[in-house]
């Protein structure tokens, strides 16, 4: 079956460092998506990964294992505006499955 | 702006009323797609259009009825909901296979009474 799994919620400081896991499990596999999306609005945006290794993009990074089936998005120097749900997603051919989102608090 | 319109924003309607949404992307884009998003759930893909063409009905029940008239445009009739139709309805665009990130709409946040 189809399936993808990253944390449900998690809590970290203004200024510090976060990494966000997502593992799945496809039939097919054509890239990893990470996208940021704010209560109440449209996702966006922030990765793709279609090759193992690391990308970065200034303050957020996504890594790929494809023998693992992992992924994980590292944001640094946390804003409050960091505050949302990070959304991994994985395409199989037309379809893209996503998982639940991850909800990131971000305290002062 | 994100190049991907939706309207209606909101809508509120009847088990027995007919309504549609609309889609349209100024991006150049030829894949257009629906989604579901319920509170609690994943976002979940009903329908995907690659040139106009349907390659993808994630097994979405017939009162849900996609019409893509051309590369630009996507709609999404409605008849006969239910209340747990009630949910925001998010239209995509992405380039065609290949990987390429997908561009959401605002939405339109459905509400079936």
């Known amino acids: 079956g189809q399936n993808i799994d990253q944390p449900t919620e998690m809590t970290a400081t203004e200024g510090a460092i976060v990494q966000i896991n997502c593992t799945y499990q496809?039939?097919?596999?054509?890239?990893l998506f990470w996208y940021q999306q704010h209560a109440g609005e449209a996702p966006t945006f922030l990765s793709y990964?279609?090759?193992?290794g690391l990308e970065e993009k200034g303050r957020f990074s996504s890594f790929l294992s494809r023998s693992k089936g992992y992924s994980y998005l590292l944001l640094k120097e946390l804003q409050m505006k960091d505050s949302a749900s990070y959304l991994c997603?994985?395409?199989?051919?037309?379809?893209?499955?996503f998982g639940k989102g991850t909800r990131l608090h971000i305290l002062p | 702006e994100t190049g991907v319109t939706q309207t209606p924003r909101h809508l509120v309607m009847g088990m027995t009323n007919k309504k549609s949404l609309k889609c349209e992307q100024h991006?150049?884009?030829?894949?257009m797609y629906w989604y579901k998003q319920s509170a609690k759930k994943p976002l979940e893909l009903m329908f995907v259009?690659?040139?106009?063409?349907?390659?993808e009905n994630n097994s979405v029940p017939s009162r849900f009825s996609p019409e893509c008239p051309n590369s630009s445009h996507l709609f999404l009739h409605l008849h006969t909901l239910q209340p747990e139709d009630s949910a925001l309805y998010l239209c995509?665009?992405?380039?065609?296979?290949?990987?390429?990130?997908?561009?959401f709409g605002p939405g339109t946040r459905l509400t079936v009474l």
């Open positions: 990964n279609v090759l193992d």
């Open positions: 496809t039939s097919g596999f054509n890239g």
């Open positions: 995509a665009s992405s380039p065609p296979r290949g990987g390429g990130e997908q561009f």
């Open positions: 991006l150049g884009h030829n894949a």
């Open positions: 259009y690659n040139f106009k063409e349907q390659t």
């Open positions: 997603a994985v395409r199989d051919g037309d379809k893209i499955i």
